[in-house]
């Protein structure tokens, strides 16, 4: 059974940077895409940012460079490096793998 914790989400100010973490449970996910998506409040969920397990990167555009996202297939863990946020950012993050969801982790950005 696939499960996904995110972790690393909190309260910063605006310029401020974030680490957030997905925990990948239950099979490996090296042959698999791994994705970040958001949803502030009152708005859909929009990808933030996907990686393909070939290697390639894609990002929204709204935050091609500020955001990096990794993975360490060792530990299934996806990681998305926020720096330069800004209060658009504030969102609840989740991870997407294989069209699961965790139960996401609450980012706020003051200004």
């Known amino acids: 059974q696939v499960q996904l914790v995110e972790s690393g989400g909190g309260l910063v100010q605006a310029g401020g940077s974030l680490r957030l973490a997905c925990a990948a449970s239950g099979r490996s996910f090296s042959d698999t895409n791994m994705a970040w998506y958001r949803q502030a409040p009152g708005k859909a969920r929009e990808f933030v940012a996907i990686?393909?397990?070939?290697?390639?990167?894609l990002y929204l555009n709204a935050v091609k460079g500020r955001f990096t996202v990794s993975r360490d297939n060792n530990t299934n863990t996806l990681y998305l490096q926020m720096n330069n946020l800004k209060p658009e950012g504030t969102a609840i993050y989740y991870c997407?793998?294989?069209?699961?969801w965790g139960q996401g982790t609450q980012v706020t950005v003051t200004s």
């Open positions: 990686s393909v397990y070939l290697g390639t990167t």
């Open positions: 997407d793998v294989l069209e699961l």
